[in-house]
């Protein structure tokens, strides 16, 4: 790889595991426990994205998006759906920690969004960190993508220019905003396709 390069960041969620608790997930879970989807949809887009910035708690998510109501299923149920919805993506992630300790020059650290529970409970149930060596996520940094800020900050951290550092993630917009403060982004779009990215650098 080019010397230029100092830094690899990379999101989580659709690139390395599934999304912790995307629309799919939550169809799912709508289905399971039979709660009406488009009202759970609603309330969930509502709240999310504080939940997401860690500025409330996974028990505060449930009581505005489930459990504004009594239910014959259990917290705890629930909670234990919602994390195993957390499954890992095939091949990339074994492959790009072969590719990290082939290129020791170069620092790997996740630029995520994501609620500080789901974050937590991934990261220790998947082994992120074999292959990421810190974690920016919105439920640290009080920002999520695609606030240039949060951008900014990952770039700051890992203390070198925007030019110097790669970035992947499986949402054109994503890429796009990451583009706009100077860093290098590609559009993750499997793991094949990525893979010939990395290695033609």
């Known amino acids: 790889m080019k010397n230029q390069y100092k830094i690899l960041f990379s999101d989580i969620g659709g690139v390395l595991l599934r999304n912790g608790w995307g629309h799919e997930s939550r169809k799912a879970a709508a289905e399971k426990f039979k709660i009406d989807y488009s009202e759970m949809d609603i309330l969930h887009d509502f709240i999310f994205n504080v939940w997401e910035m860690g500025k409330i708690t996974i028990d505060d998510y449930l009581d505005t998006v489930v459990f504004k109501e009594r239910r014959n299923f259990s917290r705890k149920e629930f909670k234990e759906f919602m994390l195993?919805?957390?499954?890992?993506?095939?091949?990339?992630?074994?492959?790009?920690?072969?590719?990290?300790?082939?290129?020791?020059?170069?620092?790997?650290?996740?630029?995520?969004?994501?609620?500080r529970e789901l974050n937590q409970y991934r990261i220790e149930k998947f082994n992120l960190h074999q292959f990421f060596d810190a974690f920016v996520s919105s439920c640290e940094v009080g920002m999520r993508k695609p606030d240039p800020g949060i951008f900014l900050l990952a770039v700051g951290i890992a203390q070198a220019k925007p030019e110097e550092?790669?970035?992947?993630?499986?949402?054109?917009?994503l890429v796009e905003a990451?583009?706009?403060?100077?860093?290098?982004?590609?559009?993750?779009?499997?793991?094949?396709?990525?893979?010939?990215?990395?290695?033609s650098l």
Request: net charge positive.
């Open 84 to 115: 195993a919805q957390s499954v890992q993506l095939p091949k990339t992630l074994p492959w790009l920690i072969k590719w990290k300790n082939k290129n020791k020059n170069i620092k790997v650290i996740s630029l995520n969004n994501e609620p």
């Open 165 to 173: 550092c790669l970035y992947f993630d499986d949402r054109i917009m």
């Open 178 to 199: 990451a583009k706009k403060v100077g860093i290098h982004a590609y559009h993750h779009k499997d793991f094949e396709s990525t893979k010939k990215i990395l290695e």
